[in-house]
């Protein structure tokens, strides 16, 4: 098994530093629990070079325009940078660690931005980065999986599920088609607060479609079962779309704490089974490789 979703740290003001001893103790205790590899897939965003090119793209034209949901986002945004990380430090500790022996990989986890893919992918360009993963955490300005933030809450009362699941497969077809990354993390995370379509058949076509269209994998993760929905991503039906549509997967824990690291593993092992799959995709440099699940 595998476990490609990975922090070193909790959201929140102050990131933790980036230390070879930290990511040991990661692939320690992912090994006591039966996984083989791990990627560390930090958020691009806590990172200085990122904030650089990206702060404020909650304003750019033709992005939310509701005024108390952009003060949110870039509240959330400010808090969870703290005093920034810097990338290359991450990536030299990462890199030092696979000298080591050590069974990890380097990665980031990237989010989608309508306007700004392009930067991203030149600041990611001169990296040498094994796996990265795309995400789809706010819709506009709204950050819909911040359950934790009472603006952001209180926007799921002012818009139809549909609406937001619309937005929200828009966006991730969008962030697929960018070509940036090689896995869509959570991909129906739109579902955290248990707010589903009576029949979410269409948005579930159109993830798996966006997937296979694009060449990139999916990931299978246990995080949906700490959250309000209790299930994890992707829902069966949509795994089992994924499989039909020849979409390799990747498997995951999305864990901001060493305790989390391989949790639910052999649960995560059997939805992966029932949906038809025999293996996993890991990644070097980019290019994947298949192991047996």
Partial sequence: MLDYHLHLWEHGPRPLEVTLERVAAYCEQAASHGVSEIALTEHLHRFRQADALLNGWWDDEGVEVNAALRASMAGFWREDLGNGCDLDTYVEVVLAAKAEGLPVVLGLEVDYYSTRMHLVADLLRGYPFDVLLGSVHWVGAWGFDNGGDDVFRAEWDNRRVEDVWDDYTR???????????????????????????????????????????????????????????????????????????????????????????????????????AAGYDALQAYHARTPRRVEL
């Fill in 171 to 273: 966006s991730l077809e969008e962030l697929a088609d960018a070509g940036v990354c090689d896995v869509l993390a959570h991909p129906d995370l739109v579902k955290i607060m248990g707010r589903l379509p009576r029949v979410p058949d269409e948005w579930y076509d159109r993830m798996a479609e966006a997937a296979a269209r694009s060449g990139m994998a999916a990931e299978v993760s246990s995080a949906g079962w700490r959250k309000p929905v209790r299930e994890a991503y992707p829902a069966p039906s949509l795994l089992q779309r994924f499989n039909d549509r020849g979409v390799p997967i990747t498997t995951a824990t999305d864990a901001h704490v060493l305790d989390r690291v391989g949790e639910r593993r052999g649960d995560v092992r059997d939805l992966c089974v």
